[in-house]
């Protein structure tokens, strides 16, 4: 006996208002080890763990940007009612992640961030574009300029960080995404014998939007697909650093860019000379040079930088005339994370019909760190040097330590080993990747058939459809970083997450769970999106 | 935009057929050109068939330039500005009557306001309302089918 219903008849479940099944519980950290173990989980089984069961078709794990437009696809082109979907989540908005990432690595709201102008999260046509929207709200025509001027004439137009957030949150709002939302801890994803999933939720108290208090009694959503996203599996601390914090204990002297670091820009207000040891070249670095750069102008500091980079860009460079991407005094340059054509032109057509090691290959060609040629970063560091207290040293990290109160970095480079001393590093080296470091994606390996592509991520279809995981009629579906690797290169942006969802609701309308939208459809929807009515 | 050489090819051909020929038809009766009705229809859809048929050859050439750009994209502002060799080319054709099907010479400054207004507008559709009812054709580099 389960209280669970029908599949065809979801229930909401009422966080944290449900009462016995939703208080908290003493030790709420584990299953029973037999449930655990299994591959195939049955309804018996829920029951004898003692665990509330609600249904619903469709349950999203991540709950940050690539739910919000996964479900938003969902909702607009699928028809799926707000009802049929359940997002499952730690964060109380989807935007919550991204602008803490943002917030640190030094981009505040009204500052633009590295997306093209068509990159609309909050609308899935990218009609108008945000240089559009900016030009009709401010009455003036640069943005649109800096469009059609883009990228040969003028550098490429990217919108505010505010009105993309806030665009976002309009669209969450219309949509009814916190009708959607239950906030919690996903522990676990596991097939159901018979088909479809179970979803286990450590629920949070508290209103569903905005739950901040303890975890409660673990429940179960039995439904027939799953999508996850649940990004990154942390922050990326190098082994050196890794290292360096266990035998220090210091976390002051050395940071990942993306944790908060403002004491480093504080300490820098002394105005003593201070060294800082920027590691990395890529858009993150950038941003922080800009920070230590304008810091030092505005306040008359006396930071020395030191950029060290792995690999050193002093010209254009790639395999042939056909691939060769800008590269000048160490940084290769780049309009967007990836070459723009990877989001619908040649390269995503390309990538799309390679397998292994050709793949691998390709994935080289366009790796490397890049960040964007902007007019007024380049003005700062050609300041910089020219004043004496920014360089560039090329190299890889052996190790680091710290001697005083200064870090020492031993560095082999192409004229041998040698020591870089700073008073803080900052390290741009970015997000891990790694998929067994999470715990919902790590389990799906090890319980739910889940293989790794060719670059060690979630091995997933075209369709986005997570390989050896289907299950009866139930299907599940990975977008994001975690799919990186596979045949869609930009899998981490705005515009590849719209790309993955515009997948994954066409793999269900061949499904059959509802018809494919044609262009009236799109039309209709699209009217409705500009009217702000609710869907 | 970043398009396949089917993409091009496929758009170039779907919004000159239905953008162009709308304003085509509304916009003959105005040019300033002598004639029955019947001719300026026939030498206004015989000019916006060659900007069409000539174009899949530009198509390629526009293709291959694309090929040394590194983001395999193709700026906005060249969408514009191909205008200039294009228009050139079927004018010349256009104006010396070479063709097939034309009535006569198509004087200049009717072919310039045609030529013009149906480019610009196609562009401008190409650039944003076509992904309104086509919400796959920017992630298929152009593709309708």
Known sequence: ?535 | MVPTILGRIQTRLFLLAIVGGILTALITPVLPVDGPMGDRFQATFIVLAAIAVIGIAWELIYHFVMQWRWEKDWPTLFGLLTLVPEGIAVWLLAHNDLLPGLPGAVPTDAFLIHFLVVWVIVWAVANGPMRVPFIRWRFRGGRLV
Not at chain 1, 13 to 36: D, K, M, S, Y
Not at chain 1, 121 to 131: E, H, K, R, T, V
Not at chain 1, 219 to 247: M, N, T
Not at chain 1, 313 to 328: C, I, M, N, S
């Open chain 1, 1 to 535: 006996m389960t209280n669970a219903r029908n599949l065809t008849a979801p229930v909401v479940p009422a966080v944290p208002a449900a009462p016995a099944a939703l208080l908290p519980a003493p030790n709420p950290a584990t299953l029973p080890g037999w449930l655990q173990r299994a591959n195939f989980w049955t309804e018996d089984m829920i029951s004898r763990a003692g665990l509330p069961m609600y249904d619903v078709p469709i349950v999203s794990v991540g709950g940050g940007m690539g739910s919000f437009v996964t479900t938003n696809y969902l909702r607009v082109v699928g028809g799926v009612p707000a009802e049929d979907i359940r997002v499952l989540s730690n964060a109380s908005h989807p935007w919550q992640t991204y602008e803490y990432l943002a917030t640190m690595s030094q981009i505040p709201r009204w500052d633009r961030i590295r997306s093209d102008s068509a990159s609309r999260p909050d609308n899935l046509w990218g009609f108008p574009s945000y240089a559009l929207q900016e030009t009709l709200k401010n009455k003036t025509l640069l943005p649109l300029m800096r469009v059609l001027l883009e990228p040969v004439f003028a550098h490429f137009y990217t919108p505010v960080l505010g009105t993309v957030l806030d665009s976002i949150k309009a669209e969450a709002e219309r949509m009814r995404y916190w009708d959607m939302l239950v906030q919690g801890e996903v522990w676990t994803v596991r097939r159901r014998t018979g088909g479809g999933y179970f979803v286990v939720l450590a629920p949070r108290l508290g209103a569903p939007a905005g739950a901040t208090g303890p975890l409660t009694q673990p429940v179960v959503f039995r439904c027939r697909d799953v999508h996850i996203a649940v990004g990154y599996s942390g922050l990326r601390f190098l082994p050196d650093l890794q290292e360096f914090r266990l035998k220090t204990n210091d976390y002051h002297h050395m940071v990942n860019a993306y944790e908060n670091h403002e004491h480093i820009y504080s300490a820098l207000m002394s105005k003593r000379p201070i060294t800082v040891l920027v590691r990395g070249g890529g858009i993150v670095s950038s941003r922080v040079l800009e920070r230590l750069i304008s810091d030092r102008k505005k306040h008359g500091l006396r930071t020395n930088i030191v950029q060290l980079l792995r690999t050193y860009y002093d010209d254009f460079h790639g395999p042939h005339q056909w691939a060769r991407r800008k590269g000048k005094d160490g940084f290769a340059y780049q309009g967007f994370n990836y070459p723009k054509s990877a989001w619908g032109g040649q390269l995503r057509f390309r990538m799309d019909r390679l397998e292994g090691d050709d793949r691998v290959e390709v994935y080289d060609e366009i790796g490397g760190t890049t960040t964007a040629w902007r007019t007024h970063w380049q003005r700062q560091l050609r300041t910089a040097h020219r004043e004496g207290w920014y360089h560039t040293e090329q190299g890889i990290v052996e190790k680091f330590g710290l001697d005083g109160d200064q870090v020492v970095a031993t560095v082999k480079g192409r004229d041998g080993v040698r020591q870089l001393r700073a008073d803080y590093v900052i390290d741009c080296t970015g997000l891990d990747g790694d998929v067994a470091e999470h715990r919902v994606l790590r389990d799906l390996l090890e319980h739910c058939g889940a293989r790794r592509n060719p670059l060690g991520r979630l091995d997933v279809e075209r369709s986005f459809e997570l390989r050896g995981a289907a299950n009866g009629e139930g299907r599940i579906y990975v977008t994001g970083a975690a799919s990186f690797g596979g045949y869609f290169p930009g899998v981490d942006t705005f515009l590849g997450l719209q790309i993955s969802a515009q997948e994954v609701v066409d793999d269900m309308a061949r499904r059959g769970l509802f018809e494919k939208m044609g262009p009236v459809r799109s039309l209709a929807q699209w009217f409705k999106w500009a009217g702000n009515r609710k869907i």
